[in-house]
Structure formats: structure tokens, C-alpha cells
């Protein structure tokens, strides 16, 4: 007989490992324990040599389903001939380690007990199991037990202990386990602030089917739903949440209905029905049975399938799609305090679908695109956070990324794990930056890390970079906005570097006091060469040239033509009243600092080609140029590259002058939407292949907000495949800004 202490590190508490192991050692007829404590799991088995190898082989090839085992360390002991296999109490003491598990979809299991009258739990809201249900949104600490979580107000009744304590069941030790008579329960609300009879979701239905706009309070926060073929309903929902054109995100019932709004390949399939149930976006298909309001002028639909018994229940009582957006009015965070909600959303919504389990973390949807077969991140949030990124260099030293202004994140890191925040949103108001603050605390707390380095961006002026100057104690460093870029892509494929870095945003701040955003660098971890750019042009009115892109054609369209500009373009027409002076403030340079911004490029193209002169939310002219491509057409418009000395340049003014006589010539706007990305593809392909005479790299990554544009990247990197090189793009985190705090602290660490 030999015994054998056992310690397994990863994902392995609230995923039903403790029971899983209990199950396997009785089977294999061990004796010995298993539990919990703040590093992960142990155990001591005990039993004839050959079956407790085969337990240790079983714990990696048998782990449940949403277990993530990273590490499992093995040491000998005495054997001591005790009898039986428990399951003890959790360990508390010592240094914080264990990792905590996303939510997750409710599981096949779960959806027949919710749908079986037979069971106790028919119909019931808040069903789960240890496969699925809520984690990360109603975790306050670990070990990961029931005290630990927002479901420690509610003793669990008699059959719930019977379950949680019973080995055979599958809801033995699942901590969120509760029902109809422990409750949480389910309860609509009018506008009144009046309990409504009946039904909860049969009523709720009946008030989305009438039209109403209902708050619906889900895993991470509340959201804003309204019947998606009522274009009555959809209008009203944007106009009171002052959302002018973003499109809204689309409930199906099912894969069937996901189909029937959009093509839905074996990729998309994949993520849409998987565990982490993300927002996915498909190409819509003609016919899509949504108003016009859903997603104005969009090509595509953000399309979602059920992930929690609720969400099953009005799906299947609702019987069509229906709109489900963010429980805010634009530009602040999601609503997650039930007070809060009803202040915050009573003048949007009709009612709330409410209910009594406290959210301790705010967590909106995750948004996916497909690339290449595989998921390329647009908004990382629920079902993957606080999921860890592994480093390939463990860090000295805990670092703190505190990220850019935009699309903001945090990302705390010690030894090999990174753990990068969920999406908090913009840092432009006293609610999203309380929400970073709370955000980056309770990470602290969860994972026990006490940060040493904080790294930040060089900006001066974003509340994120004096967040940092602000604090106490700790070592600062400023890591450059583009260079963060590219070394959150090296971190997200797992490699150091060095590579021909290619980062293509809207702005970051250069170290040569220009607005930097259309860069070739060659870069590894702690060090980066700016080695070319696209050519700068003023940015006319500063951050007014973001929101209408038309103040960029003019800037390009001087730099092209100088006070030549040819007649008879409709962007000038359109904008004549203050054309003029747009121009001469960007020649003066009174708050128009250089940019080399691809973004801005991108911008200056959409307004030239009629798309949109005016932008109502970050990057939506960029989005519908993309969307306005012919997709068969191959002719590419021709850009020349200046300087050979230092950094080289590229001239974005050709591509102007391209789009200029095609636009003259009648040429569509289709082609010439083609036609420019294209040419930007060539850009690079060309860029790529002067940096890799000079360095003898081979290997290109591409990040930056500019490659969440799938027809940019299906198109740039089997060129440069084609051309010998290896590319690297993102598929754990997003390319946009939300990569930033994971690309600084991996530039942190390196140091």
C-alpha cells in the first residue's frame, strides 16, 4: 500500500473537482480526503501502487468539464491504514492562489430539469449545478465556498443540503445549489415600483410582446430588452438610452433562430453554443426578422443564445428574438445594484424583471468576431474573465497594468498568471472610474496580489495614467500606447519577440510628442524601435476630428492637394460652412497636433466616400466602410513609402488621391471601399517586407483597434503568409484598447 498527498492547481474550485475527485478515488476503492484551500485543491489517496496511478492519471483525463487543471504536484507519505474517502472542510489559511472559474451557460442537465414538470425545479430561474450556472459575478473571496458568495443569504431547505451533500449527485458541493423554497425568487416590477401578479416571465413576455421596454436583471448586471421585430419598441429603447446608431445585440431562442438572422458557419456555431455564450457577430441575412432600429445600416447582427435558466424561460415564452443590450444610458457602466437600476434605468425602462441574489461583480456580455476559423475578442467579459492569460516569462515582481482611457481594462499579474479585468468601459465618468477603482480592489483581494510595479500610459491626461501617479509605495512605468499594443499581442500568443510589430489604432501618445496610431515598430517585450509610420497630418480641433471625421478628409485633402482641392466633391459641399476654417486651423496647428493615426486615415477615406460625416460612437465610420466593401473586388490602390534614414513614411495621401479620382470617375462606393482596404493591405505586405531586409524578421504582429476589421485581416494575412511570414494576431484578448493593461504588463514584467 502507498500514499500519496496531491496538490492541483488551475481552475478547480466551483467546478465540482472536489466531488469529481471523491468519486474517483471511492471507484477506484482509495481511501483518503480532498479539499479546498486558497492556493487550489489537495487530497491523500491511499491504496494498492497501481490504483493510485491510475487516480493520478484519472484526475487530468476525467476532470469535469469546466475544470482547468495547470498543474498537479505529487509527494509520498506514510500510509496509515485509515478507512473511507471524504471531503474536508476548506483550508483558509495561507497565500491566495486558487483561480476562479467564469460563468457558464446553463448545462444540458440543468435545461431538462428546467423544463421537466415532473421536477422540483420546473420553471425555476436560478437552476444550476456544479457544471454550470453563476461564479465569477457572485464570488466576494476564496476558498470558493457558499459563505464566500452572494448566495450566503440564503440557507439552503432540506433537499438542497440533501443534494450538496450527497457524492452521487451531480449538485454534490455546488455552491450557488438552490430552488423554489430556498430561494433566490423571481419578481416583476412595474414603473410604479408595484409587484406585478402572476407570472414573472409569462408577464414579462406579454409586456415585450405589447411593445414595453423591460430591465432584466441577469449574471453581471441588468439589461434592456424590447422585442426585436417591433420597430416601435427597438426606437423608443434607443431614444431613451441615447444611443443613436451602436447597434443592439439579438436574443434567439436557439441555433435555429441564430440562423435564420445571420450565417452561422461551424465556427460561429461554436461559440454560440459553447459555455462562454458571447455576443457572436454574423453576417445578417436578408430578411432577418428585426426592425430597423436594432442595427441601422449594420451588415451585421451581435447575435446571443441563452446562458442562464431565465433567459431560457422568456426566450422559449417569447417564442421570437428580442433585443438585449446593456442596462445603462450610453457611455456609462452597466447597472448591477437593484437601487441603482431602478434609478438609474426608471426613465428608460417599463418595468423590471428583477430578483433577490446580490451581483457582487458588474459583467457585461463578451463580443466575438470569427477570424480564421477562431474567436477574435472584441469586448472580453463574461465566461472568460477572470479566466488567467499565461505569461511566457513569469514576473519578479506583482504588476498592476492600469490600461489606456478607452474600452478600458485593468490587469493584475504574478508568477505566470495574468489576469486581465472585465470590460469596465470608457474612463470619461465618475461611474466608470469608481468601477475600475472597485474593479482593480476586489482583484486584489481575490487573487492576493499586491502590486510592486503599475505600469501605465505615457498620455498625461488619462484618468487611468493618474490613477497611477496617484498611488503610493509602488514603482511606475510608462509603457508607450503602440508598443503596449504590440506586446499584448505577444502575450496573447505566448512568445517575447523580437517581431515586426504593426499597431494601427485611432490615437496614442508618441514619444516625440506627435499623436501616434499608424506604426511599424520592431518591438519584443521591454523594448520597442519605431522604424515607420504613415505620414502625419494635422488633427484638426483635436478630439473634435474623432467624433466628425469629415475635419480629417479635410485635413488629407489639404495635404493632398493643398488649396487645390479638386470641385465637385460632396464632402466639401456638405460641409462648406466650415471647411475654411477647419483648414486653416489645421495649417496654424492651433489644436491639431500631428497624427500618423491608421484610424484617422480610415476616418478621412469614410467622410470622402459619403459614408459618414459625423460619428456616434467610437470607430463607426471605420465599421461602415468595412461593412460597404465589395468583397470580389481585387484591385488595390498603390502607396508609395518616403525616407530612407531613420524611421520611413508612408504616404496616406496617395490612397486619398486614389479615392478622389475613382469617386470622380463614378467608380462605387463599394469598390472604392474595396479598393482602399486593399491598398492597405499592401501597405503593410510592403512595409513588412522593407523591415524584414533590414532585420532579418520574419515574424509580423498586428493589434491595434484597426484590426478588429475581419475584411482587413482576411485579406492582410494571407498576403503576408503568402510572402514567407509568420503573423501573429489576437485571440485571448481583444486587439482594440481592452488589450492595453495585459501588453503593459508584460512590458512591466520583461523589465
Known amino acids: 500500500m502507498v500514499r500519496r498527498r496531491v496538490r492541483v492547481e488551475g481552475i478547480v474550485q466551483g467546478v465540482g473537482f472536489r466531488p469529481f475527485v471523491h468519486s474517483l478515488g471511492t471507484r477506484l476503492g482509495l481511501s483518503g480526503l480532498v479539499g479546498n484551500d486558497a492556493a487550489g485543491a489537495f487530497a491523500e489517496v491511499e491504496g494498492p501502487p497501481e490504483a493510485v496511478d491510475r487516480f493520478l492519471r484519472g484526475l487530468e483525463a476525467e476532470a469535469p468539464p469546466l475544470a482547468v487543471i495547470e498543474r498537479v504536484t505529487v509527494v509520498a507519505l506514510e500510509p496509515t491504514g485509515e478507512g473511507g474517502f471524504v471531503i474536508v472542510e476548506s483550508d483558509h489559511a495561507g497565500a491566495r492562489r486558487a483561480l476562479i472559474s467564469p460563468d457558464t451557460a446553463t448545462c444540458d442537465d440543468c435545461l431538462h ?9 420546473y420553471r425555476y430561474p436560478f437552476t444550476n449545478c456544479t457544471n454550470c450556472g453563476p461564479r465569477f459575478t457572485i464570488i466576494r473571496g476564496v476558498p470558493y465556498d457558499r459563505p464566500m458568495t452572494t448566495m450566503a443569504g440564503f440557507p439552503m431547505c432540506a433537499a438542497c443540503a440533501g443534494e450538496y451533500h450527497d457524492p452521487s449527485d451531480r449538485r454534490f458541493h455546488a455552491q450557488p445549489v438552490c430552488c423554489p423554497a430556498c430561494g433566490p425568487h423571481l419578481r416583476l416590477i412595474d414603473a410604479r415600483g408595484t ?21 432584466i436583471k441577469g449574471l453581471g448586471g441588468y439589461h434592456l430588452a424590447a ?32 440562423r435564420a438572422l445571420g450565417d452561422v458557419a461551424r465556427e460561429e456555431e461554436r461559440s454560440l453554443t459553447g459555455p462562454r455564450r458571447p455576443i457572436v457577430l454574423l453576417r445578417r441575412r436578408p430578411g432577418a ?48 445594484l437593484d437601487d441603482d437600476a431602478f434609478e438609474r434605468l426608471g426613465g428608460i425602462a417599463d418595468a423590471f424583471l428583477t430578483n433577490d441574489r446580490p451581483i457582487h461583480v458588474r459583467t457585461d456580455d463578451s463580443v466575438v468576431r470569427i477570424h480564421r476559423g477562431r474567436e477574435l475578442p472584441v469586448r472580453r467579459s463574461r465566461g472568460y474573465v477572470p479566466h488567467p492569460i499565461a505569461l511566457s516569462r513569469s514576473v519578479d515582481h506583482a504588476v498592476l497594468g492600469v490600461g489606456a482611457e478607452l ?10 498568471h495574468a489576469f486581465v479585468s472585465h470590460h469596465i468601459g ?24 499586491e502590486p510592486e510595479l503599475v505600469a501605465h500610459d505615457l498620455h498625461p491626461e488619462y484618468l487611468s495614467t493618474k490613477f497611477a501617479m496617484d498611488l503610493g509605495g509602488v514603482e511606475l512605468v510608462g509603457v508607450q500606447h503602440h508598443h503596449a499594443h504590440v506586446a499584448s499581442c505577444l502575450a496573447d500568443n505566448g512568445e517575447e519577440g523580437p517581431v515586426i510589430g504593426v499597431a494601427f489604432d485611432g490615437l496614442g501618445f508618441g514619444t516625440d510628442g506627435t499623436v501616434w496610431g499608424g506604426e511599424f515598430l520592431v518591438a519584443d517585450l521591454g523594448s520597442f524601435e519605431r522604424r515607420g509610420h504613415l505620414a502625419t497630418v494635422p488633427l484638426p480641433g483635436g478630439a473634435a476630428a474623432i467624433r466628425e471625421p469629415w475635419r480629417m478628409a479635410a485635413a488629407y485633402l489639404d495635404a493632398a492637394y493643398g488649396g487645390d482641392v479638386p470641385e465637385g466633391l460632396d464632402v466639401v459641399r456638405r460641409n462648406a460652412d466650415r471647411w475654411p476654417d477647419v483648414v486653416e486651423v489645421g495649417r496654424a496647428g492651433v489644436n491639431s497636433p500631428p497624427t500618423s493615426s491608421a484610424g484617422r486615415l480610415f476616418d478621412a477615406v469614410a467622410a470622402i466616400a459619403g459614408v459618414r460625416d459625423v460619428v456616434n460612437y467610437e470607430g463607426q465610420a471605420a465599421i461602415e466602410l468595412e461593412q460597404r466593401a465589395e468583397p470580389d473586388e481585387r484591385a488595390a490602390y498603390e502607396v508609395g513609402i518616403d525616407g530612407s534614414d531613420g524611421a520611413f513614411r508612408v504616404r496616406g495621401i496617395d490612397l486619398i488621391r486614389a479615392v478622389v479620382d475613382d469617386l470622380r470617375s463614378s467608380v462605387p462606393v463599394e469598390v472604392v471601399s474595396a479598393r482602399f482596404h486593399n491598398g492597405v493591405v499592401g501597405i503593410v505586405l510592403a512595409a513588412a517586407e522593407r523591415l524584414r531586409d533590414e532585420t532579418g524578421l520574419d515574424t509580423v504582429a498586428l493589434s491595434g483597434g484597426v484590426f478588429q476589421n475581419v475584411l482587413l485581416l482576411d485579406r492582410l494575412v494571407p498576403r503576408l503568409e503568402r510572402g514567407g511570414f509568420r503573423v501573429l494576431t489576437h485571440a485571448r484578448v481583444p486587439p482594440n484598447d481592452a488589450g492595453i493593461s495585459l501588453g503593459q504588463v508584460a512590458v512591466a514584467g520583461s523589465r
Open 289 to 336: 426578422g428585426v426592425a430597423p432600429s436594432v442595427a441601422p445600416g449594420n451588415r451585421f447582427l451581435g447575435v446571443m443564445l441563452p446562458y442562464t435558466p431565465l433567459h431560457h424561460l422568456l426566450a422559449r415564452e417569447l417564442g421570437s428574438p428580442f433585443v438585449l443590450t446593456s442596462g445603462n444610458v450610453s457611455d456609462e457602466p452597466i447597472a448591477y
Open 113 to 121: 430539469d428546467l423544463f421537466d414538470p415532473a421536477d422540483r425545479r
Open 407 to 416: 474600452k478600458s481594462t485593468f490587469c493584475l499579474a504574478r508568477g505566470s
Open 426 to 449: 470608457d474612463l470619461e465618468n465618475y461611474e466608470t472610474l469608481r468601477s475600475f477603482t472597485e474593479g482593480i480592489a476586489h482583484f486584489r483581494r481575490l487573487f492576493d496580489v
Open 195 to 215: 409587484e406585478v401578479d402572476g407570472d414573472p416571465v409569462e408577464r414579462t413576455a406579454s409586456l415585450l410582446r405589447d411593445g414595453a421596454v423591460v430591465a
Open 227 to 258: 422585442l426585436a421585430a417591433n420597430e416601435a419598441a427597438c426606437a423608443a429603447l434607443r431614444s431613451r438610452k441615447h444611443r443613436e446608431d451602436k447597434p443592439f445585440a439579438v436574443m434567439a431562442v436557439d441555433e435555429g433562430a441564430a
